[in-house]
Nanobody, 118 residues
């Protein structure tokens, strides 16, 4: 089992920045990919960004150039730096970790609210 704890959400004005952090614990040596997903009110959960253990990254088109995902393999943390935030970025952001199995076992954090005011 892997446990994920997020921090860093909050309220920010449009154009501002926030940094989300996620710390993994438990069976951390099984973790391959880590990432962030978000779910806006009334919408489905969607991918924001992922990063593999080799630090290959993938971003949703809507956040490319504004968000940066990073990972510390020694501390088993993953961060999401969010710049130039827009009201449409408002959502609950969830940390995710996947292990090396095929298909991978997926683990989720409890979520952290990000609200961008216009």
């Amino acid at each position: 089992q892997v446990q994920l704890v997020e921090s860093g959400g909050g309220l920010v004005q449009a154009g501002g920045s926030l940094r989300l952090s996620c710390a993994a614990s438990g069976n951390i040596f099984s973790i391959n990919t880590m990432g962030w997903y978000r779910q806006a009110f009334g919408k489905q959960r969607e991918l924001v960004a992922t990063i593999t253990i080799n630090k290959n990254t993938n971003y949703a088109d809507s956040v490319k150039g504004r968000f940066t995902i990073s990972r510390d393999n020694a501390r088993y943390t993953v961060d999401l730096q969010m710049n130039s935030l827009k009201p449409e970025d408002t959502a609950v952001y969830y940390c995710n970790a996947g292990d090396f199995r095929l298909p991978p076992q997926s683990y989720w954090g409890q979520g952290t609210q990000v609200t961008v005011s216009s």
